[in-house]
Every structure is written in structure tokens, then in C-alpha cells.
């Protein structure tokens, strides 16, 4: 389903990145690729890090969301990004993604109960917030393929669902 190949751009900004993280030049369809699939694959890994540490019920099924539209859309993003001929190509964006997930995930993993359920969601509602700022006004204006194109356009429609979704899980832990 073509909604759900680009839920993986929704962990872009994951775990706190800031602005300052994005690509000063305009990215490429195969640099968004990488982008996307790099962020798929941090948002599955704090997810998971969320199922393994939560008891909080809400918490722990808004983490089985993340996994379930994550790894589903990385597997359909690969099939795209194999049908498009596009080789992903690493990039500083997707190298900052990186370093700064691994950062976050060690002050997650160093917090148990309701600090660590706090500190998890008010990271996914901060990063979804981030996600479509970036998607608006970077992501979606640099990709030059009408199919990838259209896709980042029905994933920001997502993003908005996860973002409300973030901000209810936090509502009901204050």
C-alpha cells in the first residue's frame, strides 16, 4: 500500500535531532531514500527499546505501532527504491541521524518506569512535530521523482496521525 512506503521517513528527526541535522544543499531522490531508510530503522530500534522496557500499556501499543508501520514500510520502501533503479547513497543527514539516535537511545536505556515512558513519547511527539516541518518544507520540494514525490506527500498525512497519536499517549501519562 503506497501510504504505508513512507511511514519510514516519520523517524527523521528521532530522538530529539534538530533542524540543524537536515543537509544544508538540497538532498537527492537516492539521498532521501537513504534518509528514509535510515530513519525507518532508528525509529524500529527505539520501539522496540519502548516494548522491552515499558509496562505502561499505552505506551508499549504505541510502540508495537511504530515496529508494525516501520518494518512493513522499509521492506515496501526497498521494493520502491528497487522498481526506481535508485541506489540509496549515504549522506550527513543520515550520518546525523545516526549518531544522534545512538546518543538518545543511551539516555533511554539509562531511565526505567515512568521517567523512561515520559522521556520515550515526549521524544516521538518532539520528532513527529519535526518530521512534517521537514517533509513540507525540504523533503517533498527536493524530490524530483513524481512517484517518490507523491509518496512523501501521503506519508506527511500519516505523520500527522502519529504525531496526534504521540500527543494522546502523553496527554494520558501527565
Not at 543537509?23 to 525507518?40: E, F, L, R
Amino acid at each position: 500500500m503506497h501510504t504505508r512506503q513512507i511511514a519510514t521517513l516519520t523517524a527523521i528527526c528521532l530522538l530529539g535531532i534538530v533542524p540543524s541535522a537536515w543537509a544544508a544543499d538540497k538532498p537527492t531522490d537516492a539521498q532521501i531514500a537513504h534518509i528514509a531508510y535510515t530513519a525507518g530503522v532508528i525509529d524500529v530500534e527505539a520501539a522496540k527499546l519502548a516494548i522491552s522496557k515499558s509496562k505502561n500499556k499505552a505506551v508499549v501499543a504505541f510502540a508495537q505501532d511504530m515496529v508494525r508501520d516501520h518494518e512493513a514500510v522499509n521492506t515496501q520502501a526497498l521494493a520502491l527504491v528497487k522498481k526506481l533503479k535508485v541506489t540509496p547513497q549515504d549522506n550527513d543527514t543520515s550520518k546525523t541521524l545516526t549518531k544522534a539516535a545512538t546518543d538518545e537511545r543511551a539516555k533511554l536505556t539509562a531511565l526505567n518506569g515512568a521517567s523512561f515512558d515520559k522521556a520515550y513519547v515526549a521524544n516521538e511527539v518532539a520528532y513527529h512535530k519535526q518530521v512534517n516541518g521537514a517533509l513540507e518544507t525540504l523533503l517533498i520540494p527536493s524530490a524530483s521523482n513524481a512517484e517518490l514525490k507523491e509518496l512523501l506527500e501521503t506519508g506527511l498525512k500519516i505523520f500527522q496521525g502519529h504525531q496526534q497519536h504521540a500527543e494522546h499517549v502523553a496527554a494520558e501519562l501527565k
